[in-house]
Every structure is written in structure tokens, then in C-alpha cells.
DNA sequence: GTTAGGG
DNA sequence: CCCTAAC
């Protein structure tokens, strides 16, 4: 019934209470502890988390490991390099028939993770066994995968027996039931963490040598344990250490490692977000600087790092990680968690927070981080239409996003979701959208204006880009919702930024020439005033659509004019070295103007000190005289005191 | 409506 | 330059 999520959490102060005193014999060679503990939670039979009541943390808190016998809940504990060591010098209690799991999964950093403690074997052979050190190899890695799979196959009932443990392995089946109150159910599935594990199977205690380790050694003593576990009953452990490098991950992949990580959903498609929060979660309470693990083309690689330490390159196949969650969520079915889980959540400007202290405390650790911006969001929102629905793909930058995601489906597969729909009108007539892909607050997207403007321009100017890309007449617009998919598709940005750039020269002959541009000086390097037709600040098409201002290469007299605008009123009054210094230049807005400013003072400060040399441009860019930067670092100077 | 910053 | 969150 019941089910372990880890969820991370700083509890680290939880933590070092309890495990800082107990090894501190060990800090000296404990080098590579990092210490990071997990939010307890429970997963009752709907498939929602439960945290952990402060019972069960005090629990586990006071009592190192307590895995209650005939319980109905079992925490299981997953041990850090320290807290491993720790294992050794006390008691662990392992008990059977719990119907819920209470279990510390291990993070980033931690030395062995206790996989999946429905296999007995893992427990005996493991936190027993510390004598017999098996390094760890592919091989072993191939054989656990195997077994995690086959153990799956079997359902719980094979991992349902929890051995009692031998008492003279210091590991003390304990009986009684002091600790949880709930009824007692036969426990069907104990630990099973999305991830599986590798463990390293060496307890600290035996690399760091250490006669204090009595435990260890009382462990080790148990014959039968060893030699089990010197067999295929390899525990399944693994060495996480490091960072994650999330960069190359789709975004279903990325929720779906927040969801491993954290134990919950999440629908928050921005990736830098997702990125930033997998990472906060994992490094956490760890003041480690953080480097190994990498998420590759679905695995997990713990990279070698300088540690002494016997094994750390572990490949843990991120099929299992999906696996592994699938099994979790069985009980209930996907879309149950997704409902679940979007239900539970707030929108709150469009993002989907979730309304436990949890995220607070996320956002309190990020350093004020920019929120997504909804663009991302929306893009994203897109894409997962795009993957519910669509047939018809054009190759876009949203898709290569998503695509070998072998996660997405898990996520997005509810073919139940609630979607909301609106009505576009689009080419004259109307057409039902969800509504969560176009909400766009500020100005209107312009690119399907610009693709309805554009349809007419387009007839006219056979073979242009955006005519060959968009595959439908209006006729089909109008009439087939079916086809809205591959609306919206060609409406979004891709398309939309191939328009922009491949159609330009066809705009150039197709805009009117509205304003001739005044600027006297206008005499720029680029030579553009030739082809320079619109100067209007807001370039318009015919169909009153906007299309990306066409460039214009600052001019010296223009970048003068703003250094001195920017010495009368100061960096940031940009509207009002605007209003004074650029009525005459309408194309320059305030925000040209910053963003220009923002370029001067990364090149003056770039150049000047080291290259005396003037200015070597790089191609292309405006030869600014050194006097000009100088100028302009005196000034940001200023205005930074 | 402006400004700040990321892209 | 664009886009958008934050003022």
C-alpha cells in the first residue's frame, strides 16, 4: 500500500544532530560525507504524498534505524557516508510487515543508497555486510538491473517478506510497535524508490580503517550474511556524488527527475526552474561543491572524482528511474497523479505552484530567481498539446524539446486532462484552442497576425518562405479544428522567427516607405541607409502586424549622444535621454538606448584597461573611439557609487 | 508606462 | 532586438 517518496528537504539540521555527534570518530576520514537528508514522506493508496508527521521524523531522528516489525509503517534509512559509518555503531531495527514506509532516501553525494528495502537481501547483505567488499562493476550493475526488473515483474510479493535479522549482526529485529499506531496491513511495497540504486556494498567504517568500528566488524561477522551477499544478492546501491547537468535534458525528463527527487509532480515546464530546483534539491544542505553526476541521454553518470573512494562511476539507467516510478504510481494510474497533482496545486500567475511550505522554502533558498517567464510556460504548454494531439508535425525548436523524452508520456499521457478551450478567430473564423497555449498578456502574438497579413502578401510573392511552410489555405483554416494543431504549430515561434527572418527581404519591398529617416548623420557605417525604408519605430506590415524592427547599426553620433545623455540624467532615465537627446531618432527607443548602454559599458570595460590599443572591434561592430569608452566607464563609475 | 535583465 | 518580470 504504502510507498517511499523521498522528498528532499533541508533537514540537515535534523541531520547533523543526531549524526554529527554519533560519528564524529569519524569526521577525519568521513572526506567525502555529504550529508543530505530527505523529507519523509508517505504515499497513501491514492497516490498522494503524506509528509511525514513529526512523529515519524522524530522518529527516525531519535532512533537511527528503526524499520518496526509488525508496524505499519517501516522507515527505512538510507545512509550517507556519514550516517553510514553511523549505521555501524547503532542499533538498527528492521522489522517486517509494515504497510507503510517511512523511508531517508539518500541524495546526491551520499555514499551508498539502500535501494529498495523490500528486498531483505539488500538489508542483510548490505548494512550487514562489510566485510566481504565487492567493488562494484558493471557486471553487478547489470545483475541488480535485472533483478530490480524482475522483482518488479513479480509485483511486491516478492520484496513482501521481510526477514527478520539476525540480532547478532547489530541489527535488531524489534518488535515492538511503539512507534506507529496505524493499522497493520500486510505490507505490500516497501522502498521503492523511483531511482534503483546501486550500493556500495563496502561500508565506510572498512575503508577508513578504524578499530573503533566495532559494528562493523560484528557485521561483518556474520558468515551467512557474507557470503549471501559476495553473491548475486549484491545490494543496490550507488554512488550519487556531484551535480547534475540537467542541460541537455528535455523537460519531461527534467519533471520527471523533480519528481524523483523530490517525491512530487510537477508541472512547472520551465527548465531553468526545473534545472535550479533538481539542483538546489539535490545539492541542498550540501556544502559540496558539486561536479559528478551528469544525466546523459537518460542515464545517470556519477563521473570519477579525485575521492579515494572505491567505486564511483555508476551508471544508473534512467529506464529503471522511469520504471521505477511507474511502479509507484501503479496503484493509482497516471492520470490519477497528474489530476492529483494539478489539483493540488495553485496557479499563481500562470505557473503552477504547489501550495506546501515546501515551495516557499525552495524559493527562499534561490536567491530571488527571476520567475519563468510565461513565454517559456506557454511554449511548453504547447508542446505537451502538441504531443497529446498532434499527428502532423512540423519540426520545430519546441519539439526537439520534448522529443526523446521517454518520460512524457507518464506526465501528459492523461487523456482526461481537463482542457479548456477558447475561441480564436483565426482567418476570419473561429476555432477552439486550449486556452492555456495562447494566453498571451501583453501585445497580441504578431506572427499570426503576421501569417494572416502575410497570407495575401504571400500569394503575391510566390516562393516565399512562409508560404512554403504554412501548408493550409484559409479555407482550411476555417473549417477544420482538426487542423488547429497544425495551426497553432505554425503560428508558434519557430515559424514565427523563420518568417521574420527568411521573408525580410520580401517585407522590404512589400512595406511602404513611411518615413525617410531625418538623421543627418545618418551616414552609418553599415551602409544602411540604403535599404533603410522603414524608420518608423514600429515597423507595420499591411496587415497591421508587427514584425521584428528591422537592425540599425548605432552610430557614433547617436552612441555620443547617449554617453551624454547618460552623464546629464543619469544611467536608467533612458525615456528621458529619449524624450531629449533621440526625439529626432524615433527607431531608438528607451529600451534601445539601455540595451546600448548595457553594450557600452561591457566593451569599454572589456578593452580598455589591458588594450591600449584603441579599439579592436571585433567584424562588423562600430569602430567606438576609445575616448567615447573611457567616457563611458567614468560614467558607470559614477553611477555605480 | 518604464526599467532591468535574460535570451 | 525581443520579451517579460518587476516597478
Same mark, same amino acid.
Given at each position: 500500500?504504502?510507498?517511499?517518496?523521498?522528498?528532499?528537504?533541508?533537514?540537515?539540521?535534523?541531520?547533523?544532530?543526531?549524526?554529527?555527534?554519533?560519528?564524529?570518530?569519524?569526521?577525519?576520514?568521513?572526506?567525502?560525507?555529504?550529508?543530505?537528508?530527505?523529507?519523509?514522506?508517505?504515499?497513501?493508496?491514492?497516490?498522494?504524498?503524506?509528509?511525514?508527521?513529526?512523529?515519524?521524523?522524530?522518529?527516525?531522528?531519535?532512533?537511527?534505524?528503526?524499520?518496526?516489525?509488525?508496524?505499519?509503517?517501516?522507515?527505512?534509512?538510507?545512509?550517507?557516508?556519514?550516517?553510514?559509518?553511523?549505521?555501524?555503531?547503532?542499533?538498527?531495527?528492521?522489522?517486517?510487515?509494515?504497510?507503510?514506509?517511512?523511508?531517508?532516501?539518500?541524495?546526491?553525494?551520499?555514499?551508498?543508497?539502500?535501494?529498495?528495502?523490500?528486498?531483505?537481501?539488500?538489508?542483510?547483505?548490505?548494512?550487514?555486510?562489510?566485510?566481504?567488499?565487492?567493488?562494484?562493476?558493471?557486471?553487478?550493475?547489470?545483475?541488480?538491473?535485472?533483478?530490480?526488473?524482475?522483482?518488479?515483474?513479480?509485483?511486491?510479493?516478492?520484496?513482501?517478506?521481510?526477514?527478520?535479522?539476525?540480532?547478532?549482526?547489530?541489527?535488531?529485529?524489534?518488535?515492538?510497535? @511503539?512507534?506507529?499506531?496505524?493499522?497493520?496491513?500486510?505490507?505490500?511495497?516497501?522502498?521503492?524508490?523511483?531511482?534503483?540504486?546501486?550500493?556500495?556494498?563496502?561500508?565506510?567504517?572498512?575503508?577508513?580503517?578504524?578499530?573503533?568500528?566495532?559494528?562493523?566488524?560484528?557485521?561483518?561477522?556474520?558468515?551467512?550474511?557474507?557470503?549471501?551477499?559476495?553473491?548475486?544478492?549484491?545490494?543496490?546501491?550507488?554512488?550519487?556524488?556531484?551535480?547534475?547537468?540537467?542541460?541537455?535534458?528535455?523537460?519531461?525528463?527534467?519533471?520527471?527527475?523533480?519528481?524523483?527527487?523530490?517525491?512530487?509532480?510537477?508541472?512547472?515546464?520551465?527548465?531553468?526552474?526545473?534545472?535550479?530546483?533538481?539542483?538546489?534539491?539535490?545539492?541542498?544542505?550540501?556544502?559540496?561543491?558539486?561536479?559528478?553526476?551528469?544525466?546523459?541521454?537518460?542515464?545517470?553518470?556519477?563521473?570519477?572524482?579525485?575521492?579515494?573512494?572505491?567505486?564511483?562511476?555508476?551508471?544508473?539507467?534512467?529506464?529503471?528511474?522511469?520504471?521505477?516510478?511507474?511502479?509507484?504510481?501503479?496503484?493509482?494510474?497516471?492520470?490519477?497523479?497528474?489530476?492529483?497533482?494539478?489539483?493540488?496545486?495553485?496557479?499563481?500567475?500562470?505557473?503552477?505552484?504547489?501550495?506546501?511550505?515546501?515551495?516557499?522554502?525552495?524559493?527562499?533558498?534561490?536567491?530571488?530567481?527571476?520567475?519563468?517567464?510565461?513565454?517559456?510556460?506557454?511554449?511548453?504548454?504547447?508542446?505537451?498539446?502538441?504531443?497529446?494531439?498532434?499527428?502532423?508535425?512540423?519540426?520545430?525548436?519546441?519539439?526537439?524539446?520534448?522529443?526523446?523524452?521517454?518520460?512524457?508520456?507518464?506526465?501528459?499521457?492523461?487523456?482526461?486532462?481537463?482542457?479548456?478551450?477558447?475561441?480564436?478567430?483565426?482567418?476570419?473564423?473561429?476555432?477552439?484552442?486550449?486556452?492555456?497555449?495562447?494566453?498571451?498578456?501583453?501585445?497580441?502574438?504578431?506572427?499570426?497576425?503576421?501569417?494572416?497579413?502575410?497570407?495575401?502578401?504571400?500569394?503575391?510573392?510566390?516562393?516565399?518562405?512562409?508560404?512554403?511552410?504554412?501548408?493550409?489555405?484559409?479555407?482550411?483554416?476555417?473549417?477544420?479544428?482538426?487542423?488547429?494543431?497544425?495551426?497553432?504549430?505554425?503560428?508558434?515561434?519557430?515559424?514565427?522567427?523563420?518568417?521574420?527572418?527568411?521573408?525580410?527581404?520580401?517585407?522590404?519591398?512589400?512595406?511602404?516607405?513611411?518615413?525617410?529617416?531625418?538623421?543627418?548623420?545618418?551616414?552609418?557605417?553599415?551602409?544602411?541607409?540604403?535599404?533603410?525604408?522603414?524608420?518608423?519605430?514600429?515597423?507595420?506590415?499591411?496587415?497591421?502586424?508587427?514584425?521584428?524592427?528591422?537592425?540599425?547599426?548605432?552610430?557614433?553620433?547617436?552612441?555620443?549622444?547617449?554617453?551624454?545623455?547618460?552623464?546629464?540624467?543619469?544611467?536608467?532615465?533612458?525615456?528621458?535621454?529619449?524624450?531629449?537627446?533621440?526625439?529626432?531618432?524615433?527607431?531608438?527607443?528607451?529600451?534601445?538606448?539601455?540595451?546600448?548602454?548595457? @553594450?557600452?559599458?561591457?566593451?569599454?570595460?572589456?578593452?580598455?584597461?589591458?588594450?591600449?590599443?584603441?579599439?579592436?572591434?571585433?567584424?562588423?561592430?562600430?569602430?567606438?573611439?576609445?575616448?567615447?569608452?573611457?567616457?563611458?566607464?567614468?560614467?558607470?563609475?559614477?553611477?555605480?557609487?
Amino acid at each position: 500500500m504504502g510507498t517511499v517518496v523521498g522528498t528532499v528537504e533541508d533537514r540537515r539540521d535534523m541531520f547533523e544532530g543526531s549524526a554529527q555527534t554519533m560519528i564524529t570518530p569519524f569526521s577525519s576520514t568521513n572526506q567525502i560525507g555529504n550529508p543530505v537528508a530527505y523529507k519523509l514522506v508517505r504515499v497513501s493508496g491514492d497516490g498522494s504524498l503524506v509528509p511525514a508527521t513529526d512523529e515519524e521524523i522524530l522518529e527516525v531522528n531519535e532512533t537511527d534505524i528503526h524499520i518496526a516489525s509488525d508496524a505499519c509503517q517501516t522507515v527505512g534509512y538510507l545512509a550517507t557516508d556519514e550516517e553510514n559509518s553511523e549505521v555501524n555503531e547503532t542499533d538498527v531495527h528492521i522489522a517486517s510487515d509494515a504497510c507503510q514506509t517511512v523511508g531517508y532516501l539518500p541524495a546526491e553525494g551520499i555514499h551508498s543508497r539502500l535501494s529498495q528495502l523490500e528486498s531483505s537481501e539488500a538489508i542483510n547483505s548490505g548494512l550487514l555486510q562489510s566485510d566481504n567488499v565487492q567493488p562494484y562493476t558493471d557486471q553487478y550493475n547489470e545483475e541488480m538491473l535485472l533483478k530490480v526488473e524482475k522483482e518488479e515483474r513479480l509485483g511486491n510479493a516478492h520484496g513482501s517478506q521481510m526477514p527478520s535479522t539476525p540480532p547478532d549482526a547489530n541489527i535488531q529485529c524489534s518488535n515492538e510497535n @511503539n512507534f506507529f499506531e496505524e493499522d497493520q496491513v500486510h505490507h505490500e511495497a516497501l522502498l521503492q524508490e523511483p531511482v534503483s540504486f546501486s550500493m556500495n556494498v563496502q561500508n565506510e567504517c572498512k575503508m577508513n580503517e578504524s578499530d573503533k568500528i566495532e559494528p562493523c566488524s560484528n557485521a561483518a561477522a556474520s558468515p551467512k550474511e557474507t557470503a549471501f551477499s559476495a553473491a548475486a544478492q549484491k545490494p543496490d546501491f550507488s554512488r550519487v556524488r556531484g551535480e547534475i547537468c540537467l542541460d541537455n535534458l528535455p523537460i519531461k525528463a527534467l519533471q520527471e527527475t523533480f519528481r524523483a527527487t523530490f517525491g512530487r509532480e510537477t508541472t512547472v515546464k520551465d527548465k531553468t526552474w526545473l534545472k535550479r530546483r533538481i539542483a538546489m534539491g539535490l545539492i541542498n544542505s550540501c556544502d559540496v561543491p558539486t561536479t559528478n553526476l551528469r544525466v546523459k541521454d537518460s542515464k545517470l553518470v556519477v563521473n570519477q572524482e579525485k575521492s579515494n573512494d572505491v567505486t564511483n562511476v555508476v551508471s544508473k539507467d534512467m529506464g529503471d528511474d522511469v520504471r521505477a516510478t511507474k511502479t509507484k504510481d501503479a496503484p493509482s494510474s497516471t492520470d490519477h497523479v497528474n489530476g492529483h497533482s494539478n489539483a493540488s496545486g495553485h496557479i499563481l500567475g500562470g505557473n503552477l505552484y504547489y501550495a506546501s511550505e515546501d515551495y516557499s522554502s525552495e524559493q527562499r533558498a534561490a536567491k530571488r530567481v527571476r520567475k519563468p517567464t510565461r513565454r517559456y510556460i506557454e511554449e511548453l504548454s504547447e508542446t505537451d498539446e502538441k504531443q497529446q494531439n498532434d499527428k502532423s508535425m512540423i519540426p520545430s525548436k519546441d519539439q526537439s524539446l520534448s522529443e526523446k523524452s521517454e518520460v512524457r508520456s507518464i506526465s501528459v499521457s492523461s487523456g482526461k486532462r481537463i482542457t479548456v478551450t477558447r475561441m480564436v478567430s483565426l482567418a476570419g473564423s473561429e476555432i477552439e484552442v486550449p486556452y492555456v497555449s495562447h494566453v498571451r498578456r501583453s501585445r497580441p502574438r504578431e506572427n499570426i497576425m503576421a501569417l494572416m497579413g502575410c497570407h495575401s502578401i504571400c500569394l503575391e510573392n510566390k516562393g516565399s518562405a512562409a508560404e512554403s511552410n504554412l501548408n493550409f489555405s484559409p479555407s482550411q483554416l476555417s473549417s477544420e479544428v482538426v487542423n488547429r494543431d497544425s495551426v497553432e504549430k505554425s503560428a508558434s515561434r519557430p515559424v514565427q522567427k523563420e518568417f521574420a527572418t527568411s521573408d525580410e527581404n520580401n517585407e522590404e519591398h512589400i512595406l511602404s516607405e513611411v518615413d525617410q529617416d531625418m538623421e543627418p548623420e545618418h551616414i552609418d557605417s553599415s551602409g544602411n541607409s540604403s535599404d533603410d525604408n522603414n524608420d518608423t519605430g514600429v515597423p507595420i506590415m499591411q496587415g497591421g502586424a508587427l514584425r521584428r524592427k528591422h537592425h540599425r547599426a548605432w552610430t557614433l553620433s547617436e552612441v555620443t549622444k547617449l554617453v551624454e545623455g547618460v552623464s546629464k540624467y543619469g544611467a536608467g532615465k533612458w525615456s528621458e535621454i529619449k524624450k531629449h537627446l533621440f526625439s529626432s531618432h524615433s527607431y531608438r527607443t528607451s529600451v534601445d538606448l539601455k540595451d546600448k548602454w548595457r @553594450n557600452l559599458l561591457k566593451t569599454s570595460f572589456a578593452q580598455s584597461p589591458s588594450n591600449s590599443v584603441g579599439s579592436l572591434k571585433k567584424h562588423g561592430s562600430m569602430h567606438i573611439p576609445m575616448q567615447i569608452l573611457l567616457r563611458v566607464r567614468e560614467l558607470a563609475e559614477k553611477q555605480s557609487q
